[in-house]
């Protein structure tokens, strides 16, 4: 059941415990109890909304940054992971095999506050050796949603 | 002749001009002139085809794979459909001599009838049944006999009432379980009986098995796969609902040698082949798509419950369907026709459901639901619905 509801929340975090119950085949109570395990386990962190925000009107500007790290000898890349995490402009923060080390977010107002926040805080963190940015020009899908329908396309209204 | 008719009417042959035509055409029309009506009419799937099997048929596309296939059709998707066929129904087909890719599973139905029935065979249906049945009969010159299925039986096919049907000039019964329009499934023990009784009065069963993966008791058996029953058996089977390929058109007979043979004569002349990109994408489906099948599956199951549950609630008595994506509730409480309460339906709250008459006349006093729509549209369609029930 807790996978099923992992998958169903995954797809849509708003799905009621009822809908929820109905579509596990349980109770609503034992969704409901199943849901609040999960967060306690710490294994659900959050909900968030999936948004495509050129819409929105506001400004905002994303930056997928590669950084490159000195791991340090105890904490190996944790450390500076965790301090990187801290500041409020960084979305995400992953550990990457292949060529660089961190792959993270950067959300800010504008091109510069972005361009400011890697040139004066990310770049001067100890253990950091170098940082790649790439500003996000557009966004096609997130988390499994695209940010344009197909356009909509007339069904029979009756049919056999 | 009648003097009354045009020069070009009286060219229409009889039995073209004497088959019925729906009596609720005028309904169906006014349906289509009104822009927003919530439907609960179709009869097919509300998903697009799983992005892996449109990627096949782009594919087959540019890679210029544009000229006829085999009369039968592609050797390795007939190979994938005998497998698929073997694994799931636990029948063996040899894909060589025993299975032909049709224009869907009406195409299909239509050579399988066209090749077996003499003019004046009876051929047997349960009814209410898919609309198409009687007229490819009667287009084959057969007879068409409907054997009622009542919903104290949960629609299913009552073996004694299908033998009190059998006369000298019966030749074949069509069987079509999951049913379209009840939802209903054939107990194992009357699939059995009408087996026997198939063998007892050598007659040929015609299995349309379209709905068949969308059986959510599990189970689902094919009557083909009785003892002794596949060289009296045409398996008659296609992508549209499982697959949701409603629009590709495409799908197959299974049947001895001999049978086989007789619906590839038919196929040759009239059609040549399936289209080649459609069966490109078939094979896809059968390789890559059960997941997505099963998926859809789930989520037409989930629907049924809500929505059954809901009609329950709202007054119109349902039994629960075990199969496809049609809900047939009866509609007696209201006193009216079914095409009576799906006329006003529409016109007072704007949903869109069919007459269980367009099913056949046992199909009087219920109407078909189309639960393969959005959860929003059928808890709006719910809604009405009651609020429709409670001016009676």
Known sequence: MEKKIIELLCENARLSAAELAQRCGCSEEAVAAAIKSLEKQGIICGYTAILDDRALGENRVRALIEVKVTPKREGGFDEVARRIAKYPEVVDVMLISGGFDLLLTV?????????????????????????????????????????????????LKICF | MNGSRSVSERFVADHISTLPKSGIRAFFDLVNTMDDVISLGVGE?????????????VYSLE??????????????LRKAICAYVEKHYGVEYDSATECIVTVGVSEAVDLALRAVINPGDEVLYSEPCYVSYPAEIRMAHGVPVPVTTRVENGFALDPAELESKITPRTKGLILNFPCNPTGAEMPLENLEKVAEIAKKHDILVLTDEIYSELSFEGGHRSISSLPGMKERCIFLHGFSKAFAMTGWRVGYACAPAPLTDAMMRIHQYAIMCAPTVAQE?????????????????????ERRDFFVAGLNAAGLKCLVPKGAFY????????????????????????????????FGESGEGFVRCCYATGRDELEEALARIAGFLKSF
């Open chain 2, 45 to 57: 799937p509300d998903f697009t085809t799983p992005w892996s099997i449109r990627e096949s048929g």
């Open chain 2, 281 to 301: 994408a078939a094979l896809d489906a059968l390789q890559n798509g059960e997941e997505a099948m099963l998926k859809m599956r789930d989520s037409y199951r």
């Open chain 2, 63 to 76: 890679h210029g794979h544009t000229s006829y296939t085999s009369n039968l059709g592609m050797p390795k």
């Open chain 2, 327 to 358: 809900a047939f509730p009866s509609v007696a409480a209201t006193g009216l026709s079914s095409e009576e309460f799906a006329r006003r339906l529409l016109e007072k709250e704007r949903v869109a459901v069919v007459p269980g008459t367009a």
């Open chain 1, 107 to 155: 959300e800010g107002t504008s091109l510069a506050k972005v361009a400011g926040f890697v040139s004066e805080k990310l770049a001067t963190i100890d253990g950091v050796l170098s940082t790649s940015t790439g500003f996000i020009l557009k966004k096609y899908k997130e988390s499994g949603r695209m940010m344009q329908k197909d356009e909509e396309y007339e069904r």
